[in-house]
């Protein structure tokens, strides 16, 4: 079963506007990441957020952590054409190995 | 380049047929993992070594065998392969608890 599930599972914003997407899981964690994978592509790791974090920051963008919630946010600010891609969140959830586990991912399309 | 390659890029094969993925990274990590991506999925874990010489399975390893030759190799084997395991495969390594590096991927269809 997954752990990890974005929301919403796709996303459709004008070049210029704010994208932000969410993932919820559902055990306890030891770091959550966010991953982008264009079309046809593999995937290129964007940012790790320990549980012991609230908020990260990279560039564009924005990630948020709340391990009482059991979510966490991707925002990416003034988006461009080139943000399109599919963005995935996955979990570390052991402490004996560095096992992630992946959700299904957000589609997000930027309109020009 | 450093990084993780994958070959072949692209496979057919056909109901029944075996066939090895392979798997080499330059990055002197010692975890190595295989997943497969299907529409509309997530990456689900096949098989993962956490270091040469120890292999464990992962959410969908039935059907599959893997190989960890050495440090830098890691091979994921279908005995005989089904329609069912027409996905794209993907391949990653990591050191410690940080990102983690994915090859390009293999395209596997089977017919």
């Known amino acids: 079963s997954q752990q990890g599930e974005e929301d919403p599972q796709a996303l459709s914003i004008q070049e210029g506007e704010n994208a932000t997407m969410n993932c919820s899981y559902k055990t306890s964690i030891n770091n959550l990441q966010w991953y982008r994978q264009n079309s046809g592509r593999g995937l290129v790791h964007l940012i790790l957020i320990r549980s012991n974090e609230r908020e990260k920051h990279s560039g564009r963008l924005r990630v948020t952590l709340d391990t009482s919630k059991k979510s966490s946010s991707l925002l990416i600010t003034a988006s461009r054409a080139a943000d399109t891609a599919s963005y995935f969140c996955?979990?570390?959830?052991?402490?004996?190995?560095?096992?992630?586990?992946f959700g299904k991912g957000t589609r997000l399309h930027i309109l020009p | 380049n450093a990084g993780v390659t994958q070959t072949p890029k692209f496979q057919v094969l056909k109901t029944g047929q075996s066939m090895t993925l392979q798997c080499a990274q330059d990055?002197?990590?010692?975890?190595m993992y295989w997943y497969r991506q299907d529409p509309g999925m997530g990456l689900r874990l096949i098989y993962y070594s956490a270091s040469e010489g120890t292999t464990d399975k992962g959410e969908v390893p039935n059907g599959y065998n893997v190989s960890r030759l050495n440090k830098r190799e890691f091979s994921l084997r279908l005995e005989s392969a089904a329609p069912s395991q027409t996905s794209v495969y993907f391949c990653a390594s990591i050191e410690g608890r940080g990102d983690y590096t994915f090859g390009s991927g293999t395209r596997l269809t089977v017919v």
């Open positions: 996955a979990t570390g959830i052991s402490n004996r190995d560095d096992k992630i586990i």
């Open positions: 990055m002197n990590h010692n975890s």
